[in-house]
């Protein structure tokens, strides 16, 4: 049922409860553990019909801007729905800060099994911009393609093959070691925020923005294509190498499938050759060379939501051409600095000759991890200096509290 049905038969159904009050406003909403962008919310279930009864379904919503009435709060990003526990339950909802969106409100409505609904219950939310916002997209000159490398046999039509990095690789935030790989200009990557599965509409991928909202995916020239028409024609893989050990290259060779265009027409099969390299440190570059003509591309990165498309490469219902197009790299950004203060203290006084112990405390006021972190001590006794080197990894509290969370 449509919206507008669902709230024609609420608003009938109320008719005949003759119920036209509310539920109450939830009062005690509150953030109870975020970690980056995880949220745990709860709340005590509020009373339906001012004090009794209990509420039909929360509505949980995100917005940038505060809900000031229904109209903004209904147009928000939904986040999820919720079915209400009795009448001052301990309710709790686990929710995510969309990608993109380094701070923002979050938006909870209780509505009745007539359709009546509370007002909005608000929390404020925030992350950090590495985690909410990701990455950053560069476009630079038109750069040379790859040669050479080692086919790995992706040979057809909708053709799909899993793939182990030689490394570790950074996505979103997530280390990623296996990739599954596209026939038809992308990239599919496993991350636990993102839903799983490649296939739309059996038998072939969905390639559309809106699929491209739904899967964490790299998208080189995401495309209807064919790799089985041409010999030749396949995905090659380069790398890594002694010069290059902190990337791999994946280049695609192929043609446009036939798609219709319009009665009797069509756009051929036209040659298409363009590669993503993968770095290392999650950098993820695009090159086009000769052809990529008559496309209807789609070229971005997806974590499951908010993808960041590159919209001068793009386009779903226009012919574009990408012969030679600019290079297009996204970069994660680097974590905020962490910031360390150094405590030491002695219980001796100091005397020339004397053996003396001391403690020190280092604290991280965050926000990143501090790895690798070296403590550095130079002392004096009389004319003689000595130096002690110890490692000492320091990490936030909130940092090892979501590890413990997720572990």
Do not use: C
């Not at 000759?353 to 991890?369: H, I, K």
């Amino acid at each position: 049922m449509s919206g507008r049905r669902l709230d024609l038969f609420a608003s009938l159904q109320a008719l005949a409860e003759n119920d036209t009050t509310a539920p109450a406003i939830i009062t005690d909403l509150h953030v109870s553990f975020q970690g980056r962008q995880n949220i745990v919310l709860r709340w005590t279930a509020p009373w339906d019909d001012a004090n009794a009864g209990r509420a039909s379904l929360y509505q949980v919503r995100f917005s940038d801007t505060p809900f000031t009435n229904e109209q903004a709060f209904d147009q928000a990003r939904s986040l999820i729905r919720v079915f209400p526990l009795p009448t001052g339950g301990a309710e709790q909802a686990n929710v995510q800060i969309p990608y993109r969106h380094a701070s923002g409100f979050i938006g909870v409505r209780a509505i009745d099994n007539v359709g009546n609904k509370s007002a909005i219950a608000t929390v404020s939310v925030s992350d950090e911009l590495v985690h909410a916002d990701p990455y950053t997209i560069q476009e630079s000159a038109p750069q040379a393609l790859s040669t050479g490398g080692t086919a790995l046999g992706i040979k057809g039509d909708d053709t799909f093959k899993e793939y182990v990095l030689p490394f570790n690789s950074d996505f979103f935030n997530n280390t990623i070691d296996r990739i599954t790989i596209s026939s038809n200009g992308a990239i599919y990557v496993p991350i636990p925020t993102a839903p799983s599965g490649i296939f739309g509409n059996f038998p072939g991928e969905l390639i559309s923005l809106r699929a491209l909202e739904r899967k964490a995916l790299i998208a080189g020239l995401w495309d209807d294509l064919r790799t089985d028409r041409r010999a030749g024609d396949d995905v090659y893989v380069i790398g890594p190498d002694f010069q290059h050990p902190d990337r791999i290259i994946f280049r695609w060779q192929a043609v446009t499938y036939d798609t219709p265009t319009g009665p009797g027409t069509s756009r051929g099969e036209n040659p298409v050759n363009f590669e993503i390299e993968l770095g290392r440190d999650g950098m993820v570059t695009t090159r086009y060379g000769e052809g990529n003509q008559k496309l209807f591309p789609i070229v971005g990165v997806s974590g499951g939501f908010d993808p960041y498309v590159v919209n001068s490469h793009s386009s779903e219902s226009i012919l574009k051409d990408l012969t030679h197009a600019p290079a297009v790299t996204f970069s994660l950004r680097l974590p905020t600095a962490p910031q360390l203060r150094l405590t030491l203290a002695t219980s001796s006084t100091v005397i020339s000759g004397q053996e003396l112990a001391y403690s020190a405390l280092a604290t991280n006021s965050g926000p990143s991890v501090a790895e690798n972190s070296v403590l550095d001590v130079t002392l004096s006794l009389g004319q003689t200096f000595f130096r002690v080197r110890v490692a000492l990894p320091v990490r936030d509290r909130r940092r090892e509290r979501m590890a413990e969370w997720f572990g």
